[in-house]
């Protein structure tokens, strides 16, 4: 439910995954992006309300939230995964009836790519192929890790806001790069490309970050200079502090 950013990027995955495009449904409520979805997405039902299926996911905004569970609950799903950030489990639950097997999760927007990667949780009334089969959806972006719904909030304030502090990083660099008297187009085709190497190079050689770190940072180096720049400006403590506090906010709306 929802042909938005994470609706349409979720049905894009699931097709690229195998799946059949008259296996999906998208419940759309809006008339102009349903006629833009059914010619993006040939042999997908596209409509203003859900259909029955074997599991749907909220991908609604929360606002939205209530008015699209309870047409789910019309229409009888005994799998609904939200996505939506800071609604409860318990409220989700309230609004779908207590014999609907719920999950949340937390997305992030490299999921745009089929790089993201989500944190889920389930309610009581979920069972272990539950579990799997949300896995298998949001498997179609990304990577997929089960946290209990408390750990949330926490989630939320790292990987779901995650991408915009890289962002962050990356517009600093570009800038820093420009100022040392790079070029606008080089430095950021340096900046975008170390994001990217250093990224792939952390995942794929499986080292700690301090390892890899290390390996750069000869001693008396051009790298320990830079870093030591970094360990003085308490950078590290920075990035503490706002995961925190994207946490604590991800707590107050979900109140
Ligand atoms: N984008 C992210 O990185 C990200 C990360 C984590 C979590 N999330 C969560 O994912 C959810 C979706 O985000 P998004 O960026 O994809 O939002 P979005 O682009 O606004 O997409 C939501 C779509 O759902 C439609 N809609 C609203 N009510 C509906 C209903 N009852 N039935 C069918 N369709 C309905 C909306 O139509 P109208 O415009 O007409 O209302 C809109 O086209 C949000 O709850 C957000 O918290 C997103």
Same mark, same amino acid.
């Given at each position: 439910m929802g042909g938005g950013n994470m609706g349409t990027a979720l049905v894009r995955g699931l097709l690229a995954a195998g799946w059949a495009p008259g296996s999906l449904a998208v419940a759309e409520a809006d008339a102009v992006r349903r006629s833009v979805l059914r010619a993006q997405l040939p042999g997908t039902e596209v409509g203003p309300e859900p259909v029955? =299926?074997?599991?749907? #996911?909220?991908?609604?905004? /929360?606002?939205? @939230?209530?008015?699209?569970? &309870?047409s789910l609950a019309r229409v009888g799903v005994s799998r609904v995964v939200s996505l939506m950030a800071g609604v409860r489990l318990a409220r989700l639950e309230s609004w779908l009836g207590s014999d609907v097997a719920v999950i949340r999760a937390m997305p992030n927007t490299p999921a745009l790519v089929g790089a993201g990667i989500s944190a889920i949780s *389930?309610? /009581? =009334?979920?069972?272990?192929?539950? $579990?799997?089969?949300?896995?298998? #959806? $949001? +498997? =179609? !972006? *990304?990577? #997929?890790?089960?946290? /209990?719904?408390r750990s949330l909030d926490?989630?939320? *304030?790292?990987? +779901?806001?995650g991408p915009a502090y890289l962002f962050y990083v990356a517009e600093a660099m570009i800038e820093a790069g420009v100022a040392a008297g790079l070029s606008q187009t080089v430095s950021r085709a340096l900046v975008l490309q170390t994001l990217a190497g250093s %990224? &792939? $190079?952390?995942?794929?050689?499986?080292?700690?970050?301090?390892?890899?770190?290390?390996? !750069?940072?000869?001693? +008396? @180096?051009?790298?320990? =200079?830079?870093?030591?720049? $970094?360990?003085?400006? +308490? #950078?590290? @403590?920075?990035? %503490?502090?706002?995961v925190a506090k994207a946490a604590e906010r991800s707590r107050e709306l979900g109140r």
């Open positions: 029955a =299926a074997d599991g749907a #996911v909220v991908a609604v905004k /929360p606002a939205d @939230g209530e008015s699209a569970c &309870r *389930g309610g /009581p =009334a979920v069972r272990e192929e539950d $579990l799997e089969w949300t896995e298998e #959806v $949001l +498997g =179609a !972006v *990304g990577k #997929v890790v089960r946290v /209990p719904e926490a989630v939320t *304030g790292l990987s +779901g806001s %990224a &792939r $190079l952390l995942v794929e050689s499986g080292e700690t970050p301090q390892g890899l770190s290390a390996r !750069v940072a000869s001693p +008396g @180096g051009t790298t320990e =200079a830079g870093l030591r720049v $970094l360990r003085d400006r +308490g #950078v590290a @403590g920075a990035f %503490a502090q706002a």
